[in-house]
């Protein structure tokens, strides 16, 4: 019979095994950011995974939805989560990945009058949403209210479009638009999770880079 052992690695060997990863420079860079993850669907989710996996210190997740079996599909979502709130769900699984992450939820819709509020401390800020309105209002609202924060978006991620034609952009020097911006669902059909997973690798890889220094000059 098996002996069941507890292999949870100590915070001091978890910080350790990512500044062996990163350097200790970078790893303290992204120890101490903050970043906001607005939606947490096949976008969102999947970005905080690889953020939580890269060692960022804390993550904002916000999304008023609940896990539904049609997610699971491509969302980091499990069925015995199916009916959770969205936040909950995921402050879950990504304590699972990443056990020392500081996370805070915000299980709400973001508006025009909330947004200000909800996002103040973070940052870098990830648009996530699925709607073209929401993702319009949260783009400009970012912009124009808090011209400081890096934002990173995405725009057309549907179909079975090649992998090759996903792309991150640097539209201004604190706005990067990651994805082949031209598909959407109604006109392919389909969101597959390969292909949404791509776009949030761009989305989390931008975060990344920004913090690391990696993009100023682009």
Same mark, same amino acid.
């Given at each position: 019979m098996w002996e069941v052992v507890d292999l949870i690695p100590t915070e001091n060997e978890w910080n350790k095994a990512l500044c062996q990863r990163h350097g200790e420079e970078l790893q303290k860079r992204f120890s101490s950011a903050t970043v906001a993850v607005c939606g947490l669907g096949g976008l969102g989710s999947n970005i905080a995974v690889s953020l939580a996996r890269a060692g960022i210190g804390r993550l904002l997740l916000i999304d008023f939805d609940r896990v539904d079996i049609t997610n699971l599909h491509?969302?980091?979502? #499990?069925?015995?989560?199916?009916?959770k709130y969205k936040t909950e769900a995921l402050f879950e699984n990504l304590k699972e990945i990443a056990p020392y992450i500081e996370i805070e939820t915000q299980t709400c819709q973001i508006t025009e009058e909330n947004t200000v509020h909800l996002l103040h401390e973070a940052d870098i800020i990830c648009e996530a949403f699925? !709607? =073209?309105?929401? #993702?319009?209002?949260?783009?400009?609202?970012?912009?124009?209210?808090?011209?400081? #924060?890096?934002?990173? =978006?995405?725009?057309?991620?549907?179909?079975?479009?090649? =992998? !090759?034609t996903i792309r991150t952009r640097k539209i201004t020097s604190h706005f990067y638009l990651c994805g082949d911006e031209e598909s959407d669902v109604e006109s392919e059909?389909?969101?597959?999770?390969?292909?949404?997973?791509?776009?949030?690798?761009?989305q989390a890889h931008t975060v990344l880079r920004i913090l690391a220094k990696q993009i100023e000059n682009e």
């Open positions: 491509r969302q980091q979502y #499990k069925v015995n989560q199916i009916g699925d !709607n =073209a309105e929401e #993702k319009a209002m949260l783009t400009n609202l970012v912009l124009e209210s808090m011209p400081d #924060k890096f934002l990173v =978006a995405a725009s057309g991620m549907a179909g079975f479009g090649s =992998a !090759n059909g389909s969101l597959i999770s390969s292909r949404v997973m791509l776009c949030a690798a761009h």
